[in-house]
């Protein structure tokens, strides 16, 4: 009986020494880099569709306010990249200094699908589209892989039969000279930058109001029809207001509006102090910063804008 325990024991020192040693833990997956996205969310506002994440970027298209729309990739800073009509390399700014410009609906799949379906792309324009893309690329190929230059020609033979130099071939024709290149005319100066004097200006129609004198600047907040700003600038079809919407310890940004548009004038300029604008463009500021801040926005005399 001694012998057999004995024996047992060796045979399984034996198959513990021969066994592979046990599979380390897998490691925990790193974390993607990738910001997420997807989803379905509502435009609180008309939005602009650019074709990159900036706002220099240029426009293609819009979002009406009411619209669904679906997203593939959020990044940090507001930008949405989004799947519409067809493309999925669009982007709109999902939020201002100011407020989110959309919300989360995650029941919009339906009315996206039907807004994607009544707004399929005109064949002319996707073949327009096209094109110009594939012009794009053959720009992009040959401009990474250049033609080369090909070798002079071999100077023609003499005649050696009638002894040389006496029937030499006549020399080529002289090279006729390159035109002039053609002239590019001079950019006009930008229009004079006149001082605004602080003077109060009506709004006639919502606006929206920008970081530079451009349609491409990046928005700065929105102005509603009957509000009052004041100008401190003015420079060709735009002027240079106080920016009410400029948080604290934040760096100065600048805040133009279009004076007028392709649908007429924006702005009217009060004579007088009508309808106490001073007091009510003091109060919507208020009302503004104490947003900004997290704190309680003073009451209003009248919480509307002005008349006249």
């Known amino acids: 009986t001694k012998a057999a325990a004995t024996k047992a024991a060796a045979t399984k020192a ?21 910001s997420g996205g997807g989803g379905f969310y509502t435009a609180l ?6 074709d990159g994440p ?9 979002v009406n306010k009411g619209d669904v729309i679906k997203v593939e990739e959020e990044k940090a800073d507001g930008w949405f990249r989004l ?11 999902s939020k201002n200094r100011v407020k989110s ?12 699908a039907q807004q994607e379906a009544a707004s399929a792309e005109d064949p002319a324009e996707k073949e327009k589209r096209e094109k110009e893309e594939a012009e794009k690329k053959a720009a992009e190929e040959a401009k990474k892989n250049p033609p080369k230059k090909s070798a002079p020609p071999a100077p023609a033979a003499k005649a050696a039969d009638e002894g040389e130099g006496e029937f030499d071939l006549p020399p080529p024709p002289p090279k006729k000279a390159a035109p002039p290149p053609p002239k590019v005319a001079a950019k006009p100066p930008p229009p004079q930058v006149v001082d605004g004097g602080g003077a109060l200006w009506k709004v006639l129609n919502p606006g929206r ?27 060709g ?21 279009m004076f007028q548009n392709s649908k007429g004038k924006q702005l009217a300029q009060l004579d007088e102090d009508q309808g106490g604008a001073s007091t009510k463009f003091n109060e919507k500021k208020k009302a503004i910063q104490a947003a900004l801040s997290g704190e309680e926005p003073p009451p209003s005399s009248d919480g509307g804008g002005f008349g006249g």
Request: charged residues 20%; contains cysteine; glycine residues 8%.
């Open 209 to 235: 109001c920008r970081d530079a004198p451009i349609s491409k600047g990046e928005v700065v907040g929105e102005l509603s029809k009957g509000d009052a700003v004041k100008c401190l600038a003015q420079q």
């Open 14 to 34: 034996a198959a513990t020494k021969g066994a592979a040693p046990p599979a380390a833990a897998p490691s925990a997956a790193a974390p993607s880099a990738s």
């Open 83 to 93: 799947s519409l009509r067809g493309r999925t390399d669009v982007w709109v700014l």
């Open 45 to 50: 506002a008309n939005l602009n569709v650019r």
């Open 237 to 257: 079809d735009w002027i240079k207001v106080e920016n009410i919407w400029q948080e604290q310890g934040q760096p100065t940004v600048e805040t133009w509006l």
């Open 54 to 62: 900036t706002g220099s970027a240029d426009p293609v298209t819009s």
């Open 101 to 112: 410009m959309v919300e989360a609906n995650p029941g919009g799949a339906a009315k996206w």
